[in-house]
């Protein structure tokens, strides 16, 4: 799997929307881009996954850039429950044994 | 509807018990995986199933862990002659492997505590 690049942390006003980057310069052409969080003392929780086009559900939105070398995941109006580790994964998707493999993430939080 | 649960929540056991772990993954899911995450760690694959089949056990610690996997349903992870490095919250998930995505749904974990 490709590597991904996160900032350690971030901060973002309540109400206000959060934009967490992630940098996977090397993913090939069948790699899709996953984003999972994990609130404290909870498992991981699937947010939003894509593999060129823009994608959105009621949780956020994932921009990908034209060479897909880098993208974006975006909270429209973060709420201090959104405070967690956000992890962005590349992976190959339609394959059984491909493990989930979280790097550092990056630790948002959402203050009053 | 429901999602993966796991049991017990919170496990407490002296060095050099055996214990088990049980996962049930969310109804009609043929993938299942167990994780582990130390204390502030990242998560650290450890098996997974495709049925009741498991590929690759290359994650597994040591010997002292096993997994099975039955009915294409529950598993369970069981760890013997427990150390106090085995404390962790095990994490198990499940996936559909439909179409062309492949998105893993976690339950709320075990943590285990060896004393």
């Known amino acids: 799997d490709a590597k991904t690049t996160q900032p350690p942390s971030m901060d973002c006003a309540e109400g206000r929307a959060a934009n967490l980057p992630c940098n996977h310069s090397?993913?090939?052409?069948?790699?899709?881009v996953y984003w999972y969080r994990q609130i404290h003392s909870q498992g991981p929780q699937y947010i939003i996954h894509?593999?060129?086009n823009n994608e959105t559900n009621e949780m956020a939105s994932l921009i990908i850039t034209e060479d897909r070398k880098s993208s974006t995941l975006i909270l429209p109006h973060a709420t201090l429950r959104d405070t967690a580790v956000y992890y962005c994964?590349?992976?190959?998707?339609?394959?059984?044994?491909?493990?989930?493999?979280f790097g550092g993430g990056t630790r948002l939080m959402v203050k009053p | 509807g429901a999602g993966v649960s796991q049991s017990p929540s919170n496990k407490v056991t002296e060095k050099g018990k055996d214990v088990e772990l049980r996962c049930d993954p969310i109804?009609?899911?043929?993938?299942l995986y167990w994780y582990r995450q130390s204390l502030g760690q990242g998560l650290e694959f450890l098996i997974y199933?495709?049925?009741?089949?498991?590929?690759?056990k290359s994650g597994l610690p040591s010997d002292r862990f096993s997994a099975e996997r039955t009915g294409g349903s529950v598993s369970t992870l069981t760890i013997q002659r427990t150390q106090q490095e085995d404390s962790a919250v095990y994490l198990c998930?499940?996936?559909?492997?439909?179409?062309?995505?492949?998105?893993?749904?976690f339950g709320p974990g075990t943590r285990l505590t060896v004393t």
């Open positions: 998930a499940s996936s559909q492997l439909t179409g062309s995505t492949n998105e893993q749904y």
């Open positions: 090397t993913i090939s052409g069948n790699e899709y």
């Open positions: 894509g593999l060129k």
């Open positions: 994964i590349v992976r190959v998707a339609n394959n059984a044994g491909n493990m989930l493999t």
């Open positions: 109804s009609g899911h043929t993938a």
């Open positions: 199933f495709q049925g009741n089949s498991a590929p690759d």
